[in-house]
């Protein structure tokens, strides 16, 4: 069957340092996959898009890189701070109009 | 620029009754989407609409329909809701075409079903 996985428990950091999630797929062969930010109560908000083409994206203090023999995504926040605690979610697009969407990963950065 | 609006923001129903959540979007874009969200289960697409006059099914359809009023409205109607329908919705749009283009969410409608 198909899935998309992301680490379900918390991940807690320092602030300062990075944080790294993950996602991992299989039974999909994505042409996007995209990273979202979810606060508590709110919608989610769209991060960074990579192609399956692409090794690795940057944006600011994020980075996302996308191994398709893996099937895997990681999804780093560098110099992290406690305005990071949220939930980020991965998505891929398999082409067509369908996201899907993983699960998602609490990340709480203390300070 | 409001972006995407979802209508009411909180509803409670008893099981049996209907009810429809409207969402508009102000981005001139041509896709839209319905999703729900239930802990640990992350984001379902329910019925989507690649552009005006279209619709197709997710994958959780079931219990649902949708009207895509135009090219800025798309409701998501319940006709006789059930507690496994409790969750919070989503719906979402985007300008993409068939490209990688990112999706836009309203701030969720919560609906309890008793």
């Known amino acids: 069957s198909q899935k998309i996985e992301q680490n379900s428990e918390a991940l807690n950091i320092q602030e300062g340092k990075t944080a790294t999630l993950t996602c991992n797929y299989t039974?999909?062969?994505?042409?996007?996959l995209q990273w979202y930010r979810q606060d508590p109560g709110r919608g989610p908000v769209f991060l960074l898009l990579?192609?399956?083409?692409?090794k690795e994206k940057r944006k600011e203090r994020l980075k996302v890189t996308f191994d398709t023999t893996l099937k895997q995504s990681l999804f780093h926040i560098t110099a992290s701070q406690p305005a990071d605690s949220a939930t980020y979610l991965c998505a891929l697009i398999t082409g067509g109009f369908k996201t899907i969407f993983g699960a998602g990963t609490r990340l709480f950065v203390k300070a | 620029n409001a972006g995407v609006t979802q209508t009411p923001k909180f509803q409670v129903l008893k099981t049996g009754q209907s009810m429809t959540l409207q969402c508009a979007q102000d981005m001139n874009h041509n896709s839209m989407y319905w999703y729900r969200q239930d802990p640990g289960m992350g984001l379902r697409l329910i019925y989507y609409?690649?552009?005006?006059?279209?619709?197709d099914k997710g994958e959780v359809p079931n219990g649902y329909n949708v009207s895509r009023l135009n090219k800025r409205e798309f409701s998501l109607r319940l006709e006789s809701a059930a507690p496994s329908q409790t969750s919070v919705y989503f719906c979402?749009?985007?300008?993409?075409?068939?490209?990688?283009?990112?999706?836009?969410f309203g701030e969720g409608s919560r609906l309890t079903v008793l």
């Open positions: 039974n999909y062969s994505p042409a996007y």
């Open positions: 979402a749009s985007s300008g993409r075409g068939d490209s990688g283009g990112e999706l836009f």
């Open positions: 990579i192609r399956e083409n692409e």
């Open positions: 609409s690649a552009s005006e006059g279209t619709t």
